[in-house]
Structures are given as structure tokens and as C-alpha cells.
Nanobody
Framework: QVQLVESGGGLVQAGGSLRLSCAAS????????MGWFRQAPGKEREFVAA????????YYADSVKGRFTISRDNAKNTVYLQMESLKLEDTAVYYC?????????????????WGQGTQVTVSS
């Protein structure tokens, strides 16, 4: 079992930055592929970014490519999402997800474990 706890959400003006963190329980964090998803009101949950094992290249949704950066610190059992140049359309609840595996996964059905989500609100 893996438990995920997100933090770092909040209210930010358009053009600003936020860093989300996702702390994972368990001793095998390095063996898990991690992903970030988001869900805006009235919309389906959508893929944002994913990262495999250390050394693998991350993968991003086109809507955030060049603005968001996913990274992981296996010593701290934590995955991060650095968000820059935030736009109004980035407003959503952001979820961290995990599954065992070395590859990059970008479908919600690929992931087994989910956090409770953290709200990100971008204002004009």
C-alpha cells in the first residue's frame, strides 16, 4: 500500500508560480512511477505530467509543456510539480498518483494509488 499526501496548492495570480509536493509512504517509493493529474469543475480528470524511475525522461501534457516541471526525490519519498507562468485555465484540483513500474504512464486507469488532491486557483 502507498499513501499519497499532496500539499502546496493555493491562490496565485496569473503569471505566478507554485510548487506542489506529494509525499508518499512506504519503503519502495523509488520503484513507483508517479503522475500528476488535475480536475477542473465540471470536467474530467486530465493528465498533467508523469515521471518514471530516476534517469527516465518525464512526460507532459501539451497544455503545460514548457511551464511545468515534474521531479522526484527518492530520499524524501516525494514528487514535485513546479508550475510557472500559471494561467487561469490551470485552475483545478491537482492529484498525485502512483503505480509500480518504471515506465511513463499517462492514463488515470494506469494508476493504482491517488492522493486527496490540492486546490490550485489562478486569478486574473
Amino acid at each position: 500500500q502507498v499513501q499519497l499526501v499532496e500539499s502546496g496548492g493555493g491562490l496565485v495570480q496569473a503569471g505566478g508560480s507554485l510548487r506542489l509536493s506529494c509525499a508518499a509512504s512506504g519503503r519502495t517509493f523509488s520503484s513507483y512511477a508517479m503522475g500528476w493529474f488535475r480536475q477542473a469543475p465540471g470536467k474530467e480528470r486530465e493528465f498533467v505530467a508523469a515521471i518514471g524511475w530516476i534517469g527516465s525522461s518525464p512526460y507532459y501534457a501539451d497544455s503545460v509543456k514548457g511551464r511545468f516541471t515534474i521531479s522526484r526525490d527518492n530520499a524524501k519519498n516525494t514528487v514535485y510539480l513546479q508550475m510557472e507562468s500559471l494561467k487561469l485555465e490551470d485552475t483545478a484540483v491537482y492529484y498525485c498518483a502512483a503505480r509500480w513500474g518504471s515506465s511513463i504512464y499517462f492514463r488515470t486507469t494506469d494508476y493504482v494509488y491517488w492522493g486527496q488532491g490540492t486546490q490550485v486557483t489562478v486569478s486574473s
